[in-house]
């Protein structure tokens, strides 16, 4: 049973800081790629950052790039991103996901549907 969760959100204020884990299971951690999105109230599923061990990527979208870092832990299992100076935009349900090991080094060109495994996500509110 192929499994992804997401936890570690919760309020902040603007500039703040959040880590998000995403524990995995059921499948070989090392030989697939995790996404993360993120759905603010009201809008569609956004893509945010990309992690591919296969063939070594790692990929940010310009909305985050330089505040948000993205990890690995293949001992854990486990993906986190770590979340510096926080906007109100960043304001979102925030999901991790699995891709084919190509994913990440074709981001500008996937999308949601590219990724499996979706569930509840975490929610992450920041004020300003």
């Known amino acids: 049973d192929v499994q992804l969760q997401a936890s570690g959100g919760g309020s902040v204020q603007a500039g703040g800081s959040l880590r998000l884990s995403c524990a995995t299971s059921?499948?070989?951690?090392?030989?697939?790629?995790i996404g993360w999105f993120r759905q603010a109230p009201g809008k569609e599923r956004e893509g945010i950052s990309c992690?591919?061990?296969?063939?070594?990527?790692?990929v940010y979208e310009n909305s985050v790039k330089e505040r948000f870092t993205i990890s690995g832990d293949a001992a854990k299992n486990t993906v986190y991103l770590q979340m510096n100076d926080l906007k109100p935009d960043d304001t979102a349900v925030y999901f991790c996901?699995?891709?084919?090991?190509?994913?990440?080094?074709?981001?500008?060109?996937?999308?949601?549907?590219?990724?499996?495994?979706w569930g509840r996500g975490t929610e992450v509110t920041v004020s300003s």
């Open positions: 059921g499948f070989p951690f090392n030989d697939y790629a």
């Open positions: 996901v699995r891709g084919f090991p190509w994913t990440c080094s074709r981001w500008y060109t996937m999308r949601s549907s590219d990724f499996d495994s």
């Open positions: 992690i591919s061990n296969p063939d070594s990527t790692i």
